[in-house]
T-cell receptor
Framework: SQQGEEDPQALSIQEGENATMNCSYK?????LQWYRQNSGRGLVHLIL?????REKHSGRLRVTLDTSKKSSSLLITASRAADTASYFC????????????FGRGTSLIVHP | GAGVSQSPSNKVTEKGKDVELRCDPI?????LYWYRQRLGQGLEFLIY????????KSGLPSDRFSAERTGESVSTLTIQRTQQEDSAVYLC????????????FGPGTRLTVL
């Protein structure tokens, strides 16, 4: 089973609205990363948040991490049509694993 | 500088043929990963290389799959006797350090097995 699972699987919003995606995981982690993928091709790294951090910002992106609930959220504020993509979280299990585990992703559509 | 490149970008082959996919990581990146992504699915880990250490092959789905990497340079993923279920996008990623750090992905190779 997947270590990280994104929710919802699909999200459709209007330009200017905020988009929130969630990621839940099962085991303790060292860090959690969010990636974006356009058109089923290569992924682009967005943010890495470490297990001792609770919140990080990057431009219009805000990521939170709640290790007690084993969950993370990605908020995109003031969305744009160009934000249309699939968003994945990737976690690495604590204990020295060098292999991140990706969820199935959230497909975001932003309508102009 | 140049990012991760992969070739070919698309490959159509007949069932039973062998295919070889290539990945050129970012220069100086010690870690290299191969993933498979089926349509509408997440990334499935295949194999991980770290410098000159023995690769982690735990994700390879069958003995038809193999991969090589010479030092910290090019890697090739070979699929022998391809099957229709091998159809997917094969993604390569590299990262600067050992351990889980930001991964830089190539554009992928879309493999179609007829």
């Amino acid at each position: 089973s997947q270590q990280g699972e994104e929710d919802p699987q699909a999200l459709s919003i209007q330009e200017g609205e905020n988009a929130t995606m969630n990621c839940s995981y099962k085991t303790s982690i060292n860090n959690l990363q969010w990636y974006r993928q356009n058109s089923g091709r290569g992924l682009v790294h967005l943010i890495l948040i470490r297990s001792n951090e609770r919140e990080k910002h990057s431009g219009r992106l805000r990521v939170t991490l709640d290790t007690s609930k084993k969950s993370s959220s990605l908020l995109i504020t003031a969305s744009r049509a160009a934000d249309t993509a699939s968003y994945f979280c990737a976690t690495d299990a604590s204990g020295g694993s060098y292999i991140p585990t990706f969820g199935r992703g959230t497909s975001l559509i932003v309508h102009p | 500088g140049a990012g991760v490149s992969q070739s070919p970008s698309n490959k159509v082959t007949e069932k039973g043929k062998d295919v070889e996919l290539r990945c050129d990581p970012i220069s100086g990146h010690t870690a290299l990963y191969w993933y498979r992504q089926r349509l509408g699915q997440g990334l499935e880990f295949l194999i991980y290389f770290q410098g000159n250490s023995a690769p982690d092959k735990s994700g390879l789905p069958s003995d038809r799959f193999s991969a090589e990497r010479t030092g910290e340079s090019v890697s090739t993923l070979t699929i022998q006797r391809t099957q229709q279920e091998d159809s997917a996008v094969y993604l390569c990623a590299s990262s600067r350090l050992a351990g889980v750090n930001e991964q830089f992905f190539g554009p992928g190779t879309r493999l179609t097995v007829l």
